[in-house]
């Protein structure tokens, strides 16, 4: 039996090229946090997030199909593209067009309750997902996004800077700002929630 | 030349993104000067807050997408 979770992104593209359904199956457990918590944090609204984050799969999935996807580059950044890609085209539509989602105020009950987590559980893990939201909101776009993809996509500073095309300081220096910035906000607010 | 310890350094260490030989010299600098530790435990307390929320997918969105495949 093949140990597909021992397998490198590109032999599973391979095998899934071939009629491989586990190995995309692989693929999208390997991958689906980091794309999920991207799309998450990047936009302000869960349905949207949920949306976005089933088109990228399932134009990854088309991507592969169609034998797009370029072996020499690595699985996750082009995945990361695509979604980036899908979050950017939806800004720039939404300038264009009416609002389809509410994005006016992110909402706790925004979050989906988890199975098997009491309210009280439920409750503790909103805020602490409504805080982070909050913080990262408070950043300029640009630093948020480099947050974002360093933190949560847990791409290097190196494939961030390939990615957004900017210099790896210029990648380095916004993350350094955006810390500073939530440091200062985390101080003020004299909140520590590990407590 | 001794080379300055920056706060991109830190932070290029706190995210296991420096080289072998930066991560060294940072360590030791972090080790050797309590201004620079202060600077990193700051960083890291950061680095905490934003690991302690992990969104969830939606279990229908992981279905619509396994069901495309």
Redesign the interface.
């Known amino acids: 039996m093949t140990k597909l979770h021992l397998m490198d992104d590109k032999d599973l593209v391979g095998l899934y090229q071939k009629g491989n ?1 586990e190995a ?2 692989e693929l ?1 457990d390997r991958y ?2 980091r794309i ?2 991207t799309i ?2 990047l936009v302000k609204n869960t349905e949207l ?2 949306d976005l ?2 088109e990228t ?2 134009k990854i ?1 088309l991507s592969l199909r169609k034998k797009h996807y370029n072996e020499q580059g690595k699985f996750l950044p082009w995945a990361l593209r695509i979604a980036h890609n899908l979050v950017i085209d939806y800004f720039r539509k939404q300038k264009l067009m009416p609002m389809q989602y509410d994005m006016e105020e992110f909402s706790i009950f925004d ?2 309750p ?1 199975n098997g987590r009491n309210a009280s559980d439920q409750m503790i893990y909103n805020e ?2 409504d ?3 909050g ?1 990262l909101d408070k950043l300029p776009f640009e630093q948020k996004e480099v ?1 974002i993809l ?3 996509a847990e791409l ?2 190196k494939e961030i800077a390939q990615m957004l095309d900017i210099n790896i ?1 210029t990648a ?2 916004r ?2 700002y955006a ?1 500073l910035k ?2 200062e906000i ?1 101080q003020n607010e004299k909140v520590n ?2 407590e | 030349m001794i080379k300055r310890t920056t ?2 350094d830190l ?2 260490y706190a ?1 296991n ?1 420096a080289g072998l030989c930066d991560s060294d010299r940072i360590q030791r600098a972090i080790d050797g000067d309590p201004i620079i530790m202060e600077d990193f435990k ?2 890291i ?14 279990p ?3 279905n ?3 069901k ?2």
Do not use: W
Request: with cysteine; glycine share 2%.
């Open positions: 359904q995309i199956s999208i689906k946090q999920h918590s998450f944090f997030t949920e984050f089933q799969f399932i999935i979050i989906m988890s602490k997902i805080y982070v939201r913080l947050v360093r933190h949560y290097s500073f300081n380095l220096g993350m350094h810390i939530m440091r985390v929630l590990k | 706060q991109t932070l290029s995210y993104d700051e960083i307390k950061v680095i905490e807050i934003l690991d302690s929320a992990k969104p969830e997918i939606s229908e969105s992981m619509r997408i396994l495309f495949c």
